[in-house]
Protein backbone atom coordinates (compact mmCIF):
# COMPACT_ATOMS: atom_id res chain seq x y z
CA UNK A 1 0.00 0.00 0.00
CA UNK A 2 2.87 2.51 0.49
CA UNK A 3 4.43 2.47 -2.94
CA UNK A 4 0.57 3.44 -3.99
CA UNK A 5 1.35 6.21 -1.79
CA UNK A 6 4.58 7.03 -3.09
CA UNK A 7 3.44 6.65 -6.72
CA UNK A 8 0.76 9.36 -6.24
CA UNK A 9 3.00 11.47 -5.21
CA UNK A 10 5.73 10.55 -7.72
CA UNK A 11 3.18 11.23 -10.53
CA UNK A 12 2.07 14.72 -8.73
CA UNK A 13 6.07 15.94 -9.69
CA UNK A 14 7.08 15.28 -6.10
CA UNK A 15 11.08 14.56 -5.73
CA UNK A 16 12.24 11.54 -3.76
CA UNK A 17 13.22 13.61 -1.08
CA UNK A 18 9.58 15.92 -1.05
CA UNK A 19 8.14 12.25 -1.45
CA UNK A 20 10.23 11.04 2.42
CA UNK A 21 9.40 14.33 4.07
CA UNK A 22 5.78 14.09 3.17
CA UNK A 23 5.19 10.32 4.24
CA UNK A 24 7.57 10.49 7.10
CA UNK A 25 10.27 8.08 5.68
CA UNK A 26 13.76 8.12 4.64
CA UNK A 27 14.76 8.82 0.91
CA UNK A 28 16.69 5.54 0.54
CA UNK A 29 12.96 4.05 1.67
CA UNK A 30 11.25 6.02 -1.18
CA UNK A 31 14.01 5.41 -3.77
CA UNK A 32 13.68 1.35 -3.02
CA UNK A 33 9.88 2.03 -3.62
CA UNK A 34 10.36 3.90 -6.85
CA UNK A 35 12.41 0.89 -8.13
CA UNK A 36 9.82 -1.87 -6.81
CA UNK A 37 7.33 0.37 -8.61
CA UNK A 38 8.81 0.27 -12.18
CA UNK A 39 8.96 -3.00 -11.48
CA UNK A 40 5.86 -4.52 -11.31
CA UNK A 41 4.90 -1.66 -13.41
CA UNK A 42 7.03 -1.97 -16.22
CA UNK A 43 8.38 1.51 -16.41
CA UNK A 44 11.88 2.92 -16.81
CA UNK A 45 11.27 6.55 -16.05
CA UNK A 46 9.12 8.58 -13.69
CA UNK A 47 7.07 9.60 -16.48
CA UNK A 48 6.23 6.25 -17.68
CA UNK A 49 4.97 5.61 -14.07
CA UNK A 50 3.35 8.85 -13.94
CA UNK A 51 1.24 8.13 -16.87
CA UNK A 52 0.53 4.47 -15.45
CA UNK A 53 -0.65 6.26 -12.12
CA UNK A 54 -3.21 8.56 -14.39
CA UNK A 55 -4.48 5.47 -16.92
CA UNK A 56 -5.15 3.29 -13.62
CA UNK A 57 -6.96 6.07 -12.02
CA UNK A 58 -4.45 6.61 -9.00
CA UNK A 59 -5.02 10.97 -9.57
CA UNK A 60 -7.75 13.22 -9.30
CA UNK A 61 -9.44 14.27 -12.30
CA UNK A 62 -9.70 17.80 -11.60
CA UNK A 63 -6.01 17.70 -10.99
CA UNK A 64 -5.59 17.66 -14.79
CA UNK A 65 -6.98 20.16 -17.85
CA UNK A 66 -10.10 19.43 -19.60
CA UNK A 67 -8.23 19.72 -22.67
CA UNK A 68 -4.83 17.65 -22.39
Given amino acids: MREVEVLK ?9 EIASTLFISAKTV ?20 LFAMQNGLLPEHQFPADA
Fill in 31 to 50: ANHVEHIYSKINASTRTGAS
Fill in 9 to 17: LLARGLSNK
